[in-house]
């Protein structure tokens, strides 16, 4: 078997037997990507280093998905995550609109998500960024570098008007 299939395949087993944090963990981990859990202020950057406990004691406050491969196809870890107050896109060229409907769309981080940046992913366009308005609990969204979006106005505006708590920070040319 091929053992990039494992990265783009949801183990829906593991997360039945290993709680859905600790499967996301380890999801976002082989991904390249960073997670901080509630209570830490150190990055979990090392797959082998990851926590162990009973089950549940670790719960993912913040992901750093800075230049990792996470894709689509794994969103489906994220859905048991209910304490995720802060997620950084950048560098991701996996990411696109669908990425971020998904991530709209998952019940547990429209209550959870506070913080949200998206740093040069040159794949999302407006579509993308109109698709968070679903995240009712956002308090800040910071966008930079990217190329996709062209109305800017226009998309700045309709995601203010749904969310009117929303501190917008752009830094887009």
Request: glycine share 6%; charged share 25%; proline share 3%.
């Amino acid at each position: 078997m091929n053992s990039s299939l494992g990265l783009k395949r949801v183990d829906y087993e593991r997360i039945q037997a290993v709680g859905p944090d600790r499967a996301a963990s380890e999801w976002l981990l082989r991904c390249g990507a960073l997670v901080r859990f509630q209570g830490s202020p150190k990055w979990q950057q090392d797959y082998n280093g990851l926590p162990t406990g009973p089950l549940g004691k670790y719960k993912i406050e913040a992901i750093n998905a800075t230049d990792s491969c996470i894709m689509y196809r794994g969103f489906d870890y994220l859905d048991g995550l209910e304490h995720v107050t802060d997620i950084r896109l950048e560098k991701c060229m996996y990411i696109q609109d669908e990425c971020l409907q998904r991530l709209s769309e998952t019940n547990n981080l429209q209550k959870s998500l506070l913080q949200l940046k998206i740093i040069s992913c040159g794949n999302v366009t407006d579509k993308g960024i109109l698709a968070l308005h679903k995240l009712t609990n956002l308090e800040y969204l910071y966008l930079s570098d990217l190329p996709g979006i062209r109305e800017k106005e226009t998309t700045f505006h309709a995601l203010q008007q749904a969310l009117p708590k929303l501190e917008l920070e752009l830094d887009l040319e």
